[in-house]
């Protein structure tokens, strides 16, 4: 198990640009597959973006393909989400998630650990 804080939200106009951060703590992060999910209001949780434990490997929901980058560095138990290109139907609150098989990654369902979430909001 591991504990998972998010950071780097905030308000951002439309065409900008964040970096979310993933800090995690626990001794078997290297061994985890990262996700990030977003849920907006009213909606229900998505999946956004997933990486591999030694990130050779990263998916991505089809509408965020080129403007969304998930990375990690196992060395400081982080995983990032670079977003570009920002739209207000971006606005959402974005989560961390872990697990440990690869399958199944897109579904939210399948993480077991979870972060708190941190708000983007996208402004037109």
């Known amino acids: 198990q591991v504990q998972l804080v998010e950071s780097g939200g905030g308000l951002v106009q439309a065409g900008g640009s964040l970096r979310l951060s993933c800090a995690a703590s626990?001794?078997?992060?290297?061994?985890?597959?990262m996700g990030w999910f977003r849920q907006a209001p009213g909606k229900e949780r998505e999946f956004v973006a997933a990486?591999?434990?030694?990130?050779?490997?990263?998916y991505y929901a089809d509408a965020l393909k080129g403007r969304f980058t998930i990375s990690r560095d196992n060395a400081k138990n982080t995983v990032y989400l670079q977003m570009t290109s920002l739209k207000p139907e971006d606005t959402a609150v974005y989560y961390c998630?872990?697990?440990?098989?690869?399958?199944?990654?897109?579904?939210?369902?399948?993480?077991?650990?979870w972060g708190q979430g941190t708000q983007v909001t996208v402004s037109s």
């Open positions: 626990g001794r078997t992060f290297s061994r985890y597959v």
């Open positions: 998630a872990g697990k440990t098989p690869l399958i199944q990654y897109n579904d939210a369902s399948m993480y077991p650990d």
């Open positions: 990486i591999t434990w030694s990130g050779g490997n990263t």
